[in-house]
């Protein structure tokens, strides 16, 4: 049942809030109960790994489809097509007229979400040339490499200047310089207090990104908070090496520390790091290297998602020479 | 809707214009060397020869006077045989009013009838002063004249008369309707499969997410049919032109020659581009349906097999409404709205009236936004269920 957005219903500070989105196709619920809050000018990622439900979710966030259940805020609007001409939306499957040139392929896409096709196309030029396009500009979309049909889709994504930019799975099948590229981007529209959200099954994007992440999980989230939220969720790592091998200070080391290497690896213990310190060196353990590490999102993923999910997270894209 | 209607517009600019400037469109245009080839085909098979031919004209005339256009009638027939020439039926001139109640409600039992004898001949009918029928009279009048030791050249003017709804017109009009009808089937069934490629390739081009995303599923639909239905019409006012070019030049008479349909030539074309639009636009709503049911050409082909068969068969049973446009079983084709722009077209061609023209484009939009709106529906039902598909992974990630 979609509601109409109301101040008392949904709040105003978000770009995108969803409650319980639930989609059930034949076969299976691909996403079950998802639920997600995105601050308006924030970077927000969606992880998790291949066919978790995140392309479903945002597909339903956008409207594309609709859900089983469930309810969805989107630029004010509980119908998301009705804010269509906000939003930019660059799909996993990157879809382009072929026949088309470069130009004409961003200004269609200007002219769909509400511009002027004059307006577009003025616009088109100025992006294809802001991005070493601009002899491309006239040339049938076929005639591009991969990567400047993707630069031409992503163009086609940002000409109209939408607020909120969703981007599904951004970086897949690009080469490292323009998922360099497509990060400055991604920044440089936050920057301006644009909305993003955009999907991705490799943890390194969403840390270098993301103020904010959602993990999903077999369709269902996980976690949904601040980056430094789900590294919390564990402790900080310590690493110590010690000159002695045994004396009091071994009293500090918890019962389920490992040791690797001559290192010993414990997750540091909740009085923090000073009675630690302390145990050692009263202790007499003679202090080589003493580490503390704060965990990373990935380590923060497996301990949110499962080993399970972090493996299909981790499984590359199958490339092939 | 305003949004709608500009999304659509958007699409159909897009589409319009990407069908019309490539180069398959020139071959897309040779197009009516097939149809066209269909329509005798057609209107020679489904044409009931015999309800023409079997009806006489009906001759007021004395029994000596008759006598010599019968003889006149008979030599004809010994030189082309007995199947081309027209049959003639004594109508007694003392019984005029007989004659008069012939003419007056369309000729009921006569193709057409002939008065003034052989000194002042008239044609009341249905009939164009160029066809057949009125050409055999001519000579056989003229034949007749010579018998009787006249050689005075014939002018036969011809009375053009509305058909009578109870005993239609089994002469020109009808043939002019079965034309009209065969040729909006045929257009119709050419151009709306050109919908099913263009939704396949737009899904295999994976634009349809860009699209879904930016503006409602039906401005996709609509936009989609409308842009290929302005191609089909620029299809269309092409041959149009082009067949009327080479009438001029190799057949100056050639139009005149069609007998006027009830309604006239300017009324029956402009009903005949309202009732391809209309036509189209239903068959095509289903063939998007259809196209967004399918994800392969071959998937398509086997979908759209059966549509293109029952349409087959609700144009035979619109053909069968010519020559009764008001029975039940051409009401019913009238209803139905798949056969409804043929029996409408085939109407115009044999009854004069307009009103019912309106209601049927009214009826026949109604449907188009109903089978749209289901077509959107099954659309949003089966595509776009997930993510990409494994294979389609492993092309994306190929740098």
């Given amino acids: 049942m979609l509601r109409q957005a109301t101040p008392q219903s949904w709040t105003s500070g978000y770009a995108v809030e969803a409650r319980n989105l639930v ?18 000018g924030s970077i927000f990622g969606l992880l998790g790994p291949n066919g978790a439900g995140k392309t479903t979710t945002l597909r339903m966030l956008l409207g594309i489809i609709e859900p089983s259940s469930g309810e969805r805020c989107v630029l004010g609007r509980t119908r998301p097509i009705e804010a269509a001409h906000q939003i930019g939306y660059l799909p996993e499957e990157r879809g382009l007229y072929p026949s088309m040139n470069a130009r004409e392929g961003i200004a269609f896409m200007g002219a769909l979400r509400g511009m002027h096709l004059s307006a577009a196309r003025k616009k088109a030029d100025q992006l294809l040339e802001e991005n070493d396009l601009g002899d491309w500009a006239r040339k049938p979309i076929r005639n591009l490499s991969k990567g400047m049909a993707q630069t031409v889709q992503l163009l086609g994504t940002l000409v109209h200047d ?14 490292p310089f323009n998922q360099g590229k497509l990060e400055r981007v991604i920044r440089g529209r936050a920057a301006d207090g644009v909305t993003v959200i955009f999907s991705t099954h490799v943890i390194a994007h969403a840390e270098r990104l993301c103020e904010q992440i959602a993990i999903i999980a077999a369709g269902k989230v996980a976690f949904n908070g601040q980056v430094d939220e789900a590294r919390a969720k564990l402790r900080p790592i310590v690493r110590l090496r010690t000159r002695e091998t045994d004396g009091a200070w071994r009293s500090c080391i918890p019962a389920d520390a490992t040791k690797e290497g001559g290192e010993w690896i414990f997750e540091l213990p909740q ?22 590490e704060r965990p990373g999102l990935h380590e923060a993923f497996v301990a949110i998602a499962g080993d399970a999910a972090a493996k299909a997270m981790d499984t590359p894209e199958e490339m092939t020479p | 809707m305003r949004e709608l209607l500009r999304a659509a ?23 009516p060397l097939f149809p066209f080839l269909m329509v005798g085909v057609f209107g020679a098979a489904t044409a009931p020869m015999s309800a023409t031919e079997s009806l006489p004209v009906g001759v007021v005339a004395t029994s000596a006077e008759f006598q010599k256009i019968e003889q006149a009638r008979d030599q004809l027939q010994d030189t082309f045989g007995p199947l081309g020439v027209v049959k003639l039926k004594r109508i007694d001139p003392a019984g005029s009013s007989q004659g008069k109640s012939a003419r007056q409600k369309g000729q009921p039992g006569y193709v057409a009838v002939l008065e003034g004898g052989l000194a002042n001949p008239q044609l009341y009918g249905s009939v164009s002063a160029q066809s057949g029928i009125a050409k055999q009279l001519r000579l056989m009048i003229g034949q007749a004249r ?11 003017p011809v009375m053009l008369t509305n058909p009578s709804p109870t005993a239609p017109n089994a002469g020109g009009q009808e043939f002019t309707a079965r034309a009209g009808q065969s040729l909006l089937f045929l257009l119709t069934i050419l151009l709306a499969g050109m919908l099913l490629s263009q939704l396949i390739e737009e899904k295999s081009n994976k634009v349809i997410e860009v699209l879904a995303a930016a503006v409602p599923v039906d401005a996709i639909f609509l936009g989609k049919l409308l842009a290929m239905l302005a191609a ?38 402009l009903f005949g581009v309202i009732y391809f639009a209309m036509s189209y636009l239903l068959l095509g709503s289903i063939f998007l349906g259809i196209g967004a049911h399918a994800s392969s050409a071959r998937e398509v082909q086997t979908l759209s097999m059966p549509v293109t068969m029952a349409q087959v068969v609700i144009f035979a049973i619109a053909s069968i409404a010519i020559g009764n446009p008001n029975g039940k079983g051409a009401l019913g084709a009238m209803f139905f709205p798949l056969s409804s722009p043929y029996v409408m077209i085939a109407r115009a061609g044999e009854l004069p009236d307009l009103w019912i023209h309106g209601l049927a484009v009214v009826w026949q939009l109604l449907w188009v936004a109903l089978f749209l709106r289901i077509a959107s529906g099954i659309f949003r039902k089966n595509v776009l269920k997930s993510g990409p598909t494994r294979a389609t992974r492993r092309k994306s990630a190929r740098v």
């Fill in chain 1, 162 to 175: 939408p607020r909120l930019i969703i981007l599904d799975e951004p970086f897949s099948g690009l080469d």
């Fill in chain 1, 271 to 292: 009085s923090g790091p000073e009675p630690l310190l302390k145990a050692l060196i009263d202790g007499g353990a003679g202090i080589e290297t003493l580490a503390i």
């Fill in chain 1, 23 to 40: 989609k059930d196709f034949a076969e299976k619920r691909a996403v079950d109960g998802v639920s997600l809050e995105v601050p308006a």
């Fill in chain 2, 9 to 31: 517009f958007v699409i159909a600019r897009r589409d319009f214009t990407a069908t019309v400037l490539s180069r398959t469109f020139l071959l897309f245009l040779l197009g």
């Fill in chain 2, 146 to 156: 010579q018998t009787a030791g006249s050689a005075q050249p014939v002018h036969l």
């Fill in chain 2, 232 to 269: 089909s019409l620029a299809g269309i006012a092409v041959w149009a032109t082009a067949g009327a070019a080479a009438l001029e030049i190799f057949a100056p008479n050639g139009l005149g020659a069609l007998p006027p349909p009830a309604v006239g030539w300017p009324l029956f074309v």
